[in-house]
C-alpha cells in the first residue's frame, strides 16, 4: 500500500484557478470512486472538501471542484482566495478496506 | 454537531504501548466507522484504521500486527492501542468519524488532534 503522489507545491494568484492532481493506480483511485480531499491550515485539523470524487459537503464553497479519470483524481480551486492557502490531501479507498492518503500539496497563494 | 476529543499520555518511552482514547460528543457512536489517523510533525497524514460501531475493524497493513482499536459504546469512546513504539511513531493522531457508501464514503468529523511524541 504506498502513498498516493500529489505535487509536493503549487501556486496561484488571487482570482486564478489551479489543480492538484492525485495519482495512484488500478487498485485505489482508478479502481473506486471513493476519492476524498482534504484542507489542512497549519495547526488545525484536516477539513473534508470533496468526496466520492467531485461530491462537496455542505458549507463548502463551489469554488472547489473535483473530479476523476483514469488512475488520476483532480481538485480545482477556482478564483483562489488568500484563505485557501492551506496543504491539500487526497485520500482514496485501496481495497480490502483499507484506506491511503496522498504526500500532500502546499497551496500557495501569491 | 459531532465532536471528537483525542486524549492519552503525550510521551510513550520506546518498546512501550501507545494508549489513546476519542470521546464523541453530539451524536451516537452507532450507526458509523471511527478512525484513526497519524500525521508525523512535518509529514503526510496516514490512515492507522477504523472500527464499526459493532467491533470490526480494519487496520493499515503496515501497522496491523502492532494496533487494536476497540469501541466502547456505553461511553461514546473508542480506543487505539499501538504496542512496541518506536521514534517513527511520533506524530499527532487524531481520530475521525468515517462514512461508509450508504452515507457518503468520507472522513467527515476530526478531533482536534493530540502530539504523542516517543522519547526515553
Known amino acids: 500500500q504506498s502513498a498516493l503522489t500529489q505535487p509536493a507545491s503549487v501556486s496561484g494568484s488571487p482570482g486564478q484557478s489551479i489543480t492538484i492532481s492525485c495519482t495512484g493506480t488500478?487498485?485505489?483511485?482508478?479502481?473506486?470512486?471513493?476519492v476524498s480531499w482534504y484542507q489542512q491550515h497549519p495547526g488545525k485539523a484536516p477539513k473534508l472538501m470533496i468526496y466520492?470524487?467531485?461530491e462537496r459537503p455542505s458549507g463548502v464553497s463551489n469554488r472547489f471542484s473535483g473530479s476523476r479519470s483514469g488512475n488520476t483524481a483532480s481538485l480545482t480551486i477556482f478564483g483562489l482566495q488568500a484563505e485557501d492557502e492551506a496543504d491539500y490531501y487526497c485520500?482514496?479507498?485501496?481495497?480490502?478496506?483499507?484506506?491511503?492518503f496522498g504526500g500532500g500539496t502546499k497551496l500557495t497563494v501569491l | 454537531q459531532v465532536h471528537l476529543q483525542e486524549s492519552g499520555p503525550g510521551l510513550v518511552r520506546p518498546s512501550e504501548t501507545l494508549s489513546l482514547t476519542c470521546i464523541v460528543s453530539?451524536?451516537?457512536?452507532?450507526?458509523?466507522?471511527w478512525s484513526w489517523i497519524r500525521q508525523p510533525p512535518g509529514k503526510g497524514l496516514e490512515w492507522v484504521g477504523f472500527?464499526?460501531?459493532?467491533?470490526?475493524?480494519s487496520y493499515n497493513p503496515s501497522l496491523k500486527s502492532r494496533i487494536t482499536i476497540s469501541v466502547d459504546t456505553s461511553k461514546n469512546q473508542f480506543s487505539l492501542k499501538m504496542s512496541s513504539v518506536t521514534a517513527a511513531d511520533t506524530a499527532v493522531y487524531y481520530c475521525?468519524?468515517?462514512?461508509?457508501?450508504?452515507?457518503?464514503?468520507?472522513?467527515?468529523?476530526w478531533g482536534q488532534g493530540t502530539l504523542v511524541t516517543v522519547s526515553s
Open positions: 475521525a468519524r468515517f462514512r461508509d457508501p450508504a452515507n457518503g464514503v468520507a472522513f467527515d468529523y
Open positions: 453530539g451524536g451516537s457512536i452507532s450507526g458509523y466507522y
Open positions: 472500527i464499526y460501531y459493532s467491533g470490526s475493524t
Open positions: 488500478s487498485s485505489d483511485v482508478g479502481g473506486h470512486n471513493f
Open positions: 466520492e470524487g467531485s
Open positions: 485520500c482514496s479507498y485501496a481495497g480490502s478496506s483499507t484506506w491511503v
